[in-house]
């Protein structure tokens, strides 16, 4: 019998240390195809090469199982998922797990994220797909805690699967001890966006994005800004779909 | 009385036609101030640039009346609206009018559109914004049949607001004659997402996204891809937030 095949992708590209987390964890469950970016695509959303061309690189395996396949893509998450699916790929993948993203993509970080862009188009063509993140920036971040539940959640997406139309983003907590696991909602939360403006040595001005998320529901015990905060991991359920049919009426009364 | 103040910008960059024809509409119904990004930047989402910084460029107005305000930036449409809230606008906008896209965004085009994505952007900070796109690539797209439409929708925004997380996304169909408007929701529909392959001068291989978009319910008569098939304009309510409470019970009893 086959075993399962996993494709693994991420935002922070192939050289980031999270990936290979992820990926020491799926190589016990079944063969692995690593198609990552070949350069950090933070933020990137769903965003798509539609105006260059794409190089596709393999990379020799000598840190792994011999069931791992390892690939850079010269794209964003998405064109990683793409290409994975119709260039690279011996067959169809049976589960698709994303990161370990080197910081968080709880709150509103969820449409920005790059992380979370490749799981929803593995979403969206009918692959169960989870994305995993731990709330640090750090490259020499410790995901050692972060394993045992990652493997948990990933068994169970393989056996179980998820409903069509839905995936799965996970978070967990910067602090090395996890408290336990709470499937919940996103925070409504909103980035305090300042630009930090700098002067260039010709005197032009730039900018800089900065700021910190301000989670606008603090008191809510139900989302994931709230149990990240008190040292658990969090599983939020995720839909790409964001057209609205519920609120044509609402719509035709007002440009109808 | 101050007048309204629009905010426009749009994912084909501050030279496209597109652009002009919506500034042109809105210089008629308040203040404008046009800030889009300086290149193309199709099929960008709701990335935004964390890695590199920003330049913002002025742009002398010599085709609007004097209530028109031209920027352009190096980043993405995303980019656009956070540097124009943050460093640009004088005041709170009460409108964001984005497009008008060279290129359709009906269907699952939604969820890759820089166009919308700025449109979300704007949306999830509570400021009324629709996307204008029209199914024409061409620089040369003839976009007068557009105009009583994106006249009369922009106006009705203007002075009746949006319920709060709801945005419009707006299709004109590529054919001049349009025959009436429908509030509708998006098709499910998929691309067939081929890589056309080249080999470079070096004997390199690279790729290049090609494809066709699938409506996959070509029946359904309540899809903007059925009606824009049809020759007429669509408005498709959108909500940004992916996130997707009501399958909380069902995701525990996966991975709980």
Redesign the interface.
Known sequence: MEKPLILISNDDGIAAPGIHVLARIAQQLGDVFIVAPDS?Q??????????T????KRHENTDYNDNVNIFSVTG?P??CI??A???ILPRRPDLMLCGINHGSNAG?N???S?TM?AV?EAC??GIPAVGYSLMHHSMAADFSQTVPYIE??SK??LS?G??SG?C??VNFPAKVAVEG?K????AKS?WT???R??IDPTG??????TGKQIDEEPEAT?TDLYWLGRNYAT??????????????Q???S???
């Open positions: 950090p933070s933020g990137m959303s769903s965003a798509m090469s539609v105006n061309p794409l190089r596709v964003t998405v064109d793409k290409l699916m119709n260039n509103n969820l449409i920005y790059g862009g929803m969206m063509i948990k959640i169970a997406v179980k998820l409903p839905l799965l983003n696991l499937v919940v909602r996103s909103h966006e300042e630009y403006e700098y032009r001005p730039f900018y800089w994005l139900d599983v939020v359920p995720v839909t790409p779909d964001q057209t609205n049919p519920a609120a044509i609402t719509v035709l007002i440009v109808g």
